[in-house]
């Protein structure tokens, strides 16, 4: 009789949907590459539907700024604490995290301590935008970068740390259901419309709902007043309880037609004329779909002010960031006001044709699809001890 083959052990680390989310896709490709490989870590039902064993859910990992972090320290501290006794229990092989910097170099860090596992970081911290320094922590504890975004590349490049452009996972989410002609019917005005659909976003973090979804509705209750033609579809992630949305909706009085929707987010994008939504990778998806776009975003004063003074880019915006110019509209703290947001909503339905076209710039920036493939080769070449390709 053969001795039973030992499986390799490969841990991955997220904290947020949207990384739940690709971290799944990617243990997905992984998987059509090596299927004799155990999967364990800290995700959320992406992870869970690809059989990683899970030693924590995500669903109370969903932290944004400073005094938000402050308050979810417990949660952290009890991740945080699982991670290093699975690791003592069973130690992995190769360590991938998955974005979530805050708690991910931080466990990276640990890990190079006290072990000597390889590490991969997709979708690597936004250095770019702030705390540039943790691009130090990145080429000491990191052993390969898989990037998402050109513009990432020269950073890397400069910082001498080793690091692929593998392309945006968005297009692998969306490449099938961007337009692929701008319809006719966007040259009409909003009166010209038999009916338009607005879809809000409020977010996915608790904090983004407490901060954004009781402007939006007050803003749509103005949009209404103005064209009684428009219906709203309201998006509900996954990590949000949908007697949250429904409580603020309660205690604002809509005169408007809304649904509350849990499905797909995409879903949202092929029937909204308009969306108004969250700063996040969810406006990036939605300029993939071509859907104009007002980016809206609040937080507490001091997250604001601790923002204002790290954050060194022009735009919040990754679409806006890619193309370099304000191809999606945004309205952040103090802008972000009923009156402003339904403003620029009732300007942009007139104009439907010209914010269209400039997303399709976006796409063309981004390259071709396959990141989750070429992530997950990078991966095995990590699994099995040998140099990544970079």
């Given amino acids: 009789m053969n001795p039973p083959v030992k499986l390799s052990h490969i841990m991955v680390l997220t904290g947020e949907p949207s990384g739940d989310l690709h971290a799944g896709h990617l243990v997905k490709e992984i998987k059509k590459l090596n299927d004799r490989i155990y999967f364990s870590g800290i995700g959320g039902p992406h992870l869970e539907n690809q059989n990683v064993d899970l030693f924590y859910n995500i669903s109370k990992l969903s932290a944004m700024g400073l005094t938000e972090v402050l308050m979810q320290f417990g949660q952290i501290k009890k991740a945080f604490d699982l991670f290093k006794k699975k690791l003592r229990a069973n130690t992995p092989d190769l360590i991938i995290l998955v974005d979530y910097p805050g708690f991910n170099l931080k466990a990276a860090q640990f890990v190079k301590d006290n072990y000597t596992i390889k590490i991969l970081y997709y979708i690597t911290p936004k250095v770019w935008a702030w705390k540039k320094s943790r691009l130090k922590k990145i080429k000491k504890y990191i052993d390969h970068a898989a990037l998402i975004l050109p513009f990432e590349e020269k950073i890397y490049k400069k910082a001498e740390i080793q690091s692929t452009y593998v392309g945006n996972p968005l297009l692998d989410e969306y490449s099938e259901n961007m337009p692929k002609t701008l319809l006719s019917s966007d040259h009409l005005s909003s009166n010209d419309k038999d009916s338009i659909i607005i879809g809000l976003l409020p977010g996915s973090r608790k904090a983004e709902i407490k901060n954004l979804l009781d402007v ?19 998006s509900k992630a996954s990590s949000i309880k949908r007697e949250v949305l429904e409580t603020q909706f309660k205690k604002n009085r809509t005169d408007f037609i809304f649904q509350i929707t849990e499905g797909p987010v995409k ?23 071509c859907v104009p776009t007002i980016i809206v975003y609040k937080m507490s004063a001091v997250s604001y002010w601790m923002a204002k003074l790290f954050i060194k880019v022009k735009y919040v915006g990754l679409a806006n960031l890619i193309v370099n110019a304000e191809v999606m509209p945004e309205l952040l703290q103090n802008d972000a006001t009923p009156e402003k947001i339904s403003k620029k909503a009732l300007y942009m339905l007139d104009n439907l044709f010209y914010f269209k076209n400039q997303l399709q710039m976006v796409r063309k920036l981004l390259g071709k699809k396959g990141a989750s493939k070429r992530a997950a080769n990078i991966a095995i070449y990590m699994l099995n001890r040998s140099k990544p390709l970079y």
Wanted: hydrophobic share 50%; glycine share 2%; charged share 20%.
């Fill in 216 to 234: 939006m509705i007050k803003a749509a209750n103005l949009i209404y007043q103005r064209n009684k033609k428009i219906n709203f579809i309201i």
């Fill in 267 to 289: 879903d949202i994008f092929l029937k909204s004329d308009l969306l108004i939504a969250a700063s996040g990778t969810v406006t990036l998806e939605a300029s993939l779909c």
